[in-house]
């Protein structure tokens, strides 16, 4: 049987180490001469983060001993990737299997790169939500519930105007579900997209609610996140 020591690296910053874990589950080496039979490897990778995982690139370290190589990045590493088709969704785990040959009784795997979805950074750090982001017209929506957890601030509802309120750092926002009008301490104003309701949960245009707020909005296409910053 194989012996493991698993790490998870990040090679771009897309997903933070704790939102994907693996775990070698199975795996054996065929072969009479030690450290040159043929490894079957099986793991098993679980999306613990909020964002929707396209794929994974593992590398797999075989020896002979119980020991890391000691020099990593001279080392044979062996490389698989895995696309996810359905994507990965939170929560969800998927077992995946592959083998290589000339291969050790030892194996140290490395997540390489993990291709992740649309996600949320406030001030550097990434968001964990509880709605899932939505894109619609090409722009990005998150709850209101969520945008609020993570900026600071707080929510209310007025049944009077049947508007929902948001107070933050001095500034009020007032808007209606399916409208594009928003009062921002009461002066009139209209965005580019229209506010939408989900499942009784409103979800907000990030790229027209957060300037209101005083929070800047950069996408990064490379890390394939909105960065969100005071």
């Given at each position: 049987?194989?012996?493991?020591?698993?790490?998870?690296?990040?090679?771009t910053g897309t997903?933070?180490?704790?939102?994907?874990?693996?775990?070698?589950?199975?795996?054996?080496?065929?072969?009479?001469?030690?450290?040159?039979?043929?490894?079957?490897?099986?793991?098993?990778?679980?999306?613990?983060?909020s964002?929707?995982?396209?794929?994974?690139?593992?590398?797999?370290?075989y020896?002979?001993?119980?020991m890391?190589?000691s020099?990593?990045?001279?080392?044979?590493?062996?490389?698989?990737?895995?696309?996810?088709?359905?994507?990965?969704?939170?929560?969800?785990?998927?077992?995946?299997?592959?083998?290589?040959?000339?291969?050790?009784?030892?194996?140290?795997?490395?997540?390489?790169?993990?291709?992740?979805?649309?996600?949320l950074?406030?001030?550097?750090r990434l968001?964990?939500?509880?709605?899932?982001?939505?894109?619609?017209?090409?722009?990005?929506?998150?709850?209101?519930?969520?945008?609020?957890?993570?900026i600071?601030?707080?929510?209310?509802?007025?049944a009077?105007?049947y508007e929902?309120?948001?107070?933050?750092?001095?500034?009020e926002?007032?808007?209606?579900?399916?409208?594009?009008?928003v009062?921002v301490?009461g002066?009139?104003?209209?965005?580019?997209?229209?506010?939408?309701?989900?499942?009784?949960?409103?979800?907000?245009p990030?790229?027209?609610?957060c300037p209101?707020?005083?929070?800047?909005?950069?996408?990064?296409?490379a890390?394939n996140?909105?960065?969100?910053?005071?």
């Open positions: 049987m194989l012996l493991a020591m698993l790490m998870l690296l990040l090679a997903v933070l180490a704790e939102d994907v874990t693996v775990e070698l589950t199975g795996g054996e080496i065929a072969g009479e001469v030690r450290g040159q039979g043929t490894a079957s490897v099986i793991a098993t990778v679980t999306n613990d983060g964002r929707e995982v396209y794929g994974v690139r593992i590398a797999a370290y020896s002979t001993v119980n890391p190589p020099d990593p990045e001279a080392a044979d590493w062996r490389i698989h990737e895995f696309v996810f088709e359905p994507p990965l969704k939170p929560t969800h785990s998927v077992t995946l299997r592959f083998s290589d040959e000339n291969a050790g009784e030892y194996v140290l795997l490395e997540v390489r790169y993990v291709s992740a979805g649309l996600g950074s406030y001030n550097g968001a964990r939500l509880e709605s899932a982001l939505q894109e619609h017209d090409g722009t990005a929506y998150v709850a209101t519930r969520d945008l609020i957890g993570l600071g601030g707080g929510i209310s509802y007025d009077a105007t929902v309120v948001i107070m933050r750092q001095g500034i926002l007032r808007f209606k579900e399916g409208s594009r009008k009062k301490d002066a009139d104003t209209t965005i580019e997209h229209e506010v939408r309701s989900e499942d009784g949960s409103s979800f907000l990030v790229s027209d609610i209101l707020l005083g929070v800047s909005v950069v996408h990064d296409p890390l996140m909105i960065q969100l910053s005071d």
